[in-house]
């Protein structure tokens, strides 16, 4: 199996005070941030682009080009902002980060308040993490007090950054990231129609980045070790070690660091990580990214867990949740929770997801309910199809990826809950 020391968890229990520069420092902490400050501007981004860092968020965009977008758009100030939002229901890796390592993630913003010349940075921290608001405040005021934060920082004039924490209230789509610059305007919390890009209108109409927690903390270590060491340690198509969270009937619970290009089947079974079930019995599926995921089946266990490799086998590693189900959970019933899920979570705004999700939930309960029939498995595909290509934005786009997967690789479970008063089904 591929294994490597950790690089994001590399602090995670060694500090006795997370928020201390003084321990921070002492494992490394501000290393990158001071090479940095010394470097090309533009050499940090090739740092960045080299290394291949995809957006830990879900979508899987490359900071690198996302970054070099961003130091092409005329126009100042320019706001940096960390989404740690973490609403995707079995992902919980940065909450790790965020309480254990926070300085990490201010050393990662702070790179791209020295690239960007940004004044101001925001992390939107998710209102169920309270407690952990409070470390990350301390861990911003002791970084002030060092003179990490502030006015001429490292001694550089003109160098000024602060960071401004702002409490989310519990909406999944404020996760999404126009949402959420909506929401730290104190709008209401809904997604923006794109065009135009973040890059160019986002926060109070400027110029912004949206980086997620882990994708800010992988910055230091990138410019640190080189964006080449960085890919080395995953795949081609995606460079670095991932954060996953490992939920529901696994054995071992809990958030793991693996290098990207480790087969999935290692994760799911190796006593490192998941290591099977805790209630004995084989796994029957993985659900994959969280809520908005596809869902992995025994036959896929093989694949790779890279970018590319998840994308070629209808499968993608969105922000790194593996929730395991043992094979006494029925997939008609698990799909139909994930559907209930979004009907909860769409903000209304567009008629595809904000009645499409509630008619797949009706759908999915005539086949929970054993009531459906044929014409509802040609109705059940319909509705995906179109709330997956007429939603607005990423919620709705996505409240239809579980279903669609397991229509696929388990359509008899579907059918085999059919009526077939309509049509005998063979
Ligand atoms: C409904 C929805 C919820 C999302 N929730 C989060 C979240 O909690 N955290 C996050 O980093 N990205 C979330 N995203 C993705 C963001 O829109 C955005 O892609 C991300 O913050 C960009 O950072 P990255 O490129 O570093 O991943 C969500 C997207 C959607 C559509
Ligand atoms: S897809 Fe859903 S969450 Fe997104 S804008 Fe439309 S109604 Fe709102």
Redesign the pocket.
Known sequence: MKKTEPLLLRRVAKMSNPASVEEFIALDGFQGLRKAVAMDKTKILDEISIAHL????????P?GR?WLHLYHIQGAPKYIVC??????PG?FK?KILLEQDPLSIIEGMLIAGYVFDSPRGFIYI?GEYRPIQKIFQEALDNATRAGFLGENILGIPGFNYAITIVSGAGA?????????LNSIEGRTGR?RVKPPHLAEVGLYLQPTL???????ACIPAIISMGGQAFLDLGTKDGGGTKLISISGHAKNRGVFEVPLGTPMRDILYDEAYGGGTSTGKPIGFCHLGGQ?GPIAFPEQFDVLYSYQALWDNDLALG?GALVVMDESVSIVDYVRRVAEFFVH?SCGKCTPCRVGTTRLLECLDLFVSRKATLADLERLEKLLLHITRLSA???G??AGVAVTSALKYRRTAFETVSSGREVALG
């Open positions: 995809r957006g830990r968020g879900g979508a899987a965009y900071a996302k989404n740690a939002d973490e609403g995707e992902t940065d998710r999944y789509v404020c996760g999404e990231n126009s949402a959420l997604p949206v980086n997620n927690v882990e994708s800010f908005s922000a979570e934005c990423g919620l786009q996505s």
